[in-house]
């Protein structure tokens, strides 16, 4: 199991930037996939990006791609979302996850195990 602590949230206007943290604790980070979600009040927890566990290999939402990055650090242990050109719908609160399974691009909620308690991002217009 791995326990995980989002940071880095807040209150933005359209364009800025802001960049998220996820430090993680636990022996199977290093091993294990990674992702960030976002879930804005009424709507399903959504994909926004991962990364496999050695940092070699990013994938988006189509929503994000271009904007988003995401990166880790497994000498820290820690997963960053750096997003840039935010919008008024990137608004949601913002959870890290870590995979619970062997694929390789996971993007389904199901299939992450562990789970941090969320940050908000605000984009105000």
């Known amino acids: 199991q791995v326990q995980l602590v989002e940071s880095g949230g807040g209150l933005v206007q359209a364009g800025g930037s802001l960049r998220l943290s996820c430090a993680a604790s636990?022996?199977?980070?290093?091993?294990?996939?990674m992702g960030w979600f976002r879930q804005a009040p009424g709507k399903n927890r959504e994909f926004v990006a991962g990364v496999n566990w050695s940092g070699s290999n990013t994938y988006y939402a189509d929503s994000v791609k271009g904007r988003f990055t995401i990166s880790r650090d497994n000498a820290k242990n820690t997963v960053y979302l750096q997003m840039n050109s935010l919008k008024p719908k990137d608004t949601a609160v913002y959870y890290c996850?870590?995979?619970?399974?062997?694929?390789?691009?996971?993007?389904?909620?199901?299939?992450?195990?562990?789970w941090g308690q969320g940050t908000q991002v605000t984009v105000s217009s």
């Open positions: 996850a870590a995979s619970a399974t062997f694929i390789a691009t996971p993007r389904d909620p199901s299939d992450f195990g562990s």
């Open positions: 636990g022996r199977t980070f290093s091993s294990a996939a």
